[in-house]
T-cell receptor, first 115, second 114 residues
Framework: NAGVTQTPKFQVLKTGQSMTLQCAQD?????MYWYRQDPGMGLRLIYY???????DKGEVPNGYNVSRLNKREFSLRLESAAPSQTSVYFC??????????????FGSGTQLSVL | AQTVTQSQPEMSVQEAETVTLSCTYD???????LFWYKQPPSRQMILVIR??????QNATENRFSVNFQKAAKSFSLKISDSQLGDAAMYFC???????????FGEGTQLTVNP
């Protein structure tokens, strides 16, 4: 089925460890996003990529890095995990910011716990 | 920066009745999109309805409709004939057309009582 695939679905890290969250979409979308979801705070944008080869900071980029490897893939890296990064992470993609039927497609999320 | 505010952390409604969820936003843009997303306990984000700012007509999708007041920067969601399956967290979101940033509100947890 077409869509956005995120891996892993669950992860537990110790403080200071690093990891990369993977995201891939097979809809030939231009834009891709990484969000984190925390109780009472909605979804906050970490980084986004408007098109292949570009990335921009969102609301909460500190402690994260991203790579738009190609049009399909957009990874999120935590270089030195901290307990404050315990959250649910969502990847999303969209065809184009101003497409006539614009909407975002979301992955199923990654539950990350940092101890 | 654009902000989206949902002032109702929790709402409840009786099955078969109507409920309205509120959303306000702040922007200096004239063209943009607005969305309502539903997140059930499965955690999957499901698009409920979308509205283009340049369209004056309010969007409708079956039992879901919006009241889009551009001048007031208000975008409320009305759910008619509420069903048990409507119980979820609902997020309002704003997408600028001049870039690619999609900004979400804090969410409203909707409970549907039988």
């Amino acid at each position: 089925n077409a869509g956005v695939t995120q891996t892993p679905k669950f992860q537990v890290l110790k403080t200071g460890q690093s990891m990369t969250l993977q995201c891939a979409q097979d809809m030939n979308h231009n834009s891709m996003y990484w969000y984190r979801q925390d109780p009472g705070m909605g979804l906050r944008l970490i980084y986004y990529s408007a098109s292949e080869g570009t990335t921009d900071k969102g609301e909460v980029p500190n402690g994260y890095n991203v790579s738009r490897l190609n049009k399909r893939e957009f990874s999120l890296r935590l270089e030195s995990a901290a307990p404050s990064q315990t959250s649910v992470y969502f990847c999303a993609s969209s065809e184009h910011p101003w497409a006539t039927n614009e909407k975002l497609f979301f992955g199923s999320g990654t539950q990350l716990s940092v101890l | 920066a654009q902000t989206v505010t949902q002032s109702q952390p929790e709402m409840s409604v009786q099955e078969a009745e109507t409920v309205t969820l509120s959303c306000t936003y702040d922007t200096s843009e004239s063209d943009y999109y607005l969305f309502w997303y539903k997140q059930p306990p499965s955690r999957q984000m499901i698009l409920v309805i979308r509205q283009e700012a340049y369209k004056q007509q309010n969007a409708t999708e079956n039992r879901f409709s919006v009241n889009f007041q551009k001048a007031a920067k208000s975008f409320s969601l009305k759910i008619s004939d509420s069903q048990l399956g409507d119980a979820a967290m609902y997020f309002c979101a704003y997408l600028e057309t001049s870039g690619s940033r999609l900004t979400f509100g804090e969410g409203t947890q909707l409970t549907v009582n039988p």
